[in-house]
């Protein structure tokens, strides 16, 4: 049973910065996707960065460099460094993970990630 558990959202004012963390348990795929993903109130859950096993990576086109994606693999813990905030990235926040078949790209398609955290609140104020 894989398990996955967010830390690390809280308050800010835009133009500042937050890590979120996410320790997964029982990740036994050799070839995996690990993913973070957003929802705002009254709005669809959308994919924000992915990381396959090999290391390469994908951003939506809202991230626009702030933020970065990497994984511990030590500590089994996958991070989201956010930086230069605005009020637009208010949301709700999941890290997700699943298998992949061998050398697939990463995606930010959730049908890729059956499993998920319960999600950490990001909270940006102008």
């Known amino acids: 049973q894989v398990q996955a558990e967010e830390s690390g959202g809280g308050s800010v004012q835009a133009g500042g910065s937050l890590k979120l963390s996410c320790i997964i348990d029982?990740?036994?795929?050799?070839?995996?996707?690990l993913g973070w993903f957003r929802q705002a109130p009254g709005q669809v859950r959308e994919g924000v960065a992915a990381?396959?096993?090999?290391?390469?990576?994908t951003y939506a086109d809202f991230v626009q460099g702030r933020f970065k994606i990497s994984e511990y693999n030590a500590e089994n813990t996958l991070y989201l460094q956010m930086n230069s905030l605005n009020p637009e990235d208010t949301a709700m926040y999941y890290c997700?993970?699943?298998?992949?078949?061998?050398?697939?790209?990463?995606?930010?398609?959730?049908?890729?990630?059956?499993?998920w955290g319960q999600g950490t609140q990001v909270t940006v104020s102008s």
């Open positions: 997700a993970t699943g298998s992949l078949p061998a050398n697939a790209r990463p995606l930010l398609d959730e049908v890729l990630f059956p499993y």
């Open positions: 029982g990740l036994t795929f050799r070839d995996y996707a």
């Open positions: 990381i396959v096993s090999d290391g390469r990576t």
